[in-house]
């Protein structure tokens, strides 16, 4: 999954801007995420990536780039 790929899923998913969107980014301060949408999120990012984000990590991904790398990390 591509950077561009995962920053389209997050604005579709969270309703911010796509310029927010960046590896630094904070999922909760930055783009608005609460925990329904961190879940939701995690719902698309696995449709779109094939991998499975296990219950008990979500709470521990919290930036974008987080998210990239156990995304790139878990790839079969």
Do not use: Q, W
Not at 2 to 30: G, K, N, P, Q, Y
Not at 44 to 67: H, Y
Request: aromatic share 2%.
């Amino acid at each position: 999954m591509t950077f561009e790929e995962m920053r389209d899923i997050i604005v579709e998913t969270l309703s911010c801007d796509a310029e927010d969107v960046t590896m630094e980014a904070s999922l909760s301060e930055d783009l608005g995420a609460d925990s329904l949408a961190a879940v939701e999120l995690s719902m698309a990012l696995e449709e779109a990536s094939g991998v499975t984000i296990e219950d008990e990590d979500l709470p521990n991904m919290k930036t974008v780039g987080d998210l990239m790398a156990y995304i790139e990390s878990h790839k079969a």
